[in-house]
Every structure is written in structure tokens, then in C-alpha cells.
């Protein structure tokens, strides 16, 4: 009986450390992230990373990123992943991608984190305003966030 309810227990423990990972989507495709923030009216956040290589590109995720507090947060922008592995294959046209917006926001080092606001232009073209940038911060998931929050909430 014993054995049964740990197990059930631990059934449940996983099911829901699944469901919650799950709720926190990002995006490799800028294009779909910003069609999907403009129709939502959503800030677009920008996550440089080398996924299989950059130790505090890991920090950042497992002590920000994978938490309950970012999930909530994460709510209210689009997420996008721009990587820049080393060992692990990547789609052309993704590299290519990040490659053009490594460049354009000047990203020098990993992690970096642009925070920034789509608007359509009269021509068609979309322009990312940047609200602000930040990287890893130490103290956690709440250290980071308040960060994040007074970039997206700093006042032009």
C-alpha cells in the first residue's frame, strides 16, 4: 500500500512539473512571435543564448527561466529563443536569423536579453524598439524579474 501511494504520489509530482514547463513557450521563428504579439499586443522578449555551450546562459534558465515566477511573468510578453550552439545542429534559415539579429542589437556576450516593442511602420516593415537589455542577474528569479519589470514598465 505503501509502495502504491509513493508512487502515485510521485506520478502526480511529475505531471505537474510537465504541465508546468509546458506553459512557458518560446519561439524560434521571430516572424510567428511578432504576428503573434501584435494580435495579443504583447512586448517581444529576446533571449541570446549558446544552449550547449554557455554556463550562465544555463544559470540563467534553470534559476530563472524554469521557474513559477517567470511562468506567471512570462504571461504577459512573447518569448523567443535565439541561439547559438556549437555542437547541436540548427535549421539554416534560424541561424541565419539570429545571425542578422545578433547583429543588429550589437549582442556581444551570452546571455543577453532584449526587451523589446514591435510596431508596424507605414512601409509594411515591423521596427523592434528596444525598451532595454539585461543578462544574467545574480539573486534568482525575483532579482531577475525586477529587473525585467522596470524595463518593460520604465516610463519613455
Keep these: 500500500m505503501k509502495n502504491i501511494l509513493y508512487t502515485l504520489i510521485l506520478t502526480l509530482f511529475i505531471s505537474a512539473i510537465g504541465m508546468s514547463q509546458?506553459?512557458?513557450k518560446w519561439h524560434t521563428d521571430l516572424n510567428q512571435a511578432l504576428e503573434i504579439a501584435f494580435n495579443e499586443d504583447k512586448n517581444v522578449l529576446l533571449f541570446f543564448t549558446g544552449s550547449d555551450w554557455c554556463g550562465w546562459c544555463k544559470r540563467l534558465q534553470s534559476e530563472v527561466f524554469k521557474t513559477p515566477d517567470f511562468?506567471?511573468?512570462s504571461q504577459k510578453v512573447v518569448l523567443v529563443e535565439l541561439d547559438f550552439p556549437k555542437r547541436t545542429p540548427q535549421d539554416q534559415?534560424?541561424?541565419a536569423q539570429n545571425t542578422q539579429l545578433q547583429g543588429m542589437f550589437q549582442v556581444r556576450g551570452y546571455p543577453t536579453?532584449?526587451?523589446v516593442s514591435p510596431e508596424k511602420m507605414e512601409n509594411?516593415?515591423?521596427n523592434l524598439k528596444s525598451l532595454g537589455k539585461t543578462g544574467y542577474v545574480r539573486g534568482g528569479a525575483s532579482a531577475w524579474l525586477n529587473v525585467a519589470n522596470n524595463i518593460v514598465n520604465k516610463v519613455p
Design 22 to 24: 509546458e506553459r512557458v
Design 71 to 73: 511562468e506567471e511573468w
Design 93 to 95: 534559415s534560424i541561424r
Design 113 to 115: 536579453v532584449h526587451i
Design 124 to 126: 509594411g516593415r515591423t
